[in-house]
């Protein structure tokens, strides 16, 4: 069982940075997951943003977010990074960081066993 919290949403003009965090917790080890983030805007369905293997050598991003946003992790902290770059209102969404058991990069939502409660970011324009 794995736990994730996120962390570091709120309010920025079109242009600015933010940087979201995800720490997991529980019995079963997060460093041994692959790790993705989502985001849910309104009105829209959950889509992938990033995604990062276990050991943090392989990544993927949407191309919507290419070039603007980095996934990264720190498995000594059992915590995952989103850097956000550049933002744009259209970035404007609630995003959840989840959990794959597999260990590889995942695009797909369904593989996904853990998910937190997301973290909301509001881009104005």
């Known amino acids: 069982q794995v736990q994730l919290v996120e962390s570091g949403g709120g309010l920025v003009q079109t242009g600015g940075s933010l940087r979201l965090a995800c720490v997991g917790s529980g019995r079963t080890m997060m460093r041994t997951y692959s790790m993705g983030w989502f985001r849910r805007a309104p009105g829209k369905e959950r889509e992938f943003v990033a995604a990062?293997?276990?050991?943090?050598?392989?990544?993927a991003y949407a191309d919507s977010v290419k070039g603007r946003f980095t996934i990264s992790r720190d498995n000594a902290k059992n915590t995952v990074y989103l850097q956000m770059n550049s933002l744009k209102p259209e970035d404007t969404a609630v995003y959840y960081c989840a959990a794959h058991r597999s260990g590889v990069v995942v695009i797909m939502q369904s593989g996904y066993a853990y998910w937190g409660q997301g973290t909301q970011v509001t881009v104005s324009s």
């Open positions: 990062i293997s276990w050991g943090g050598s392989y990544t």
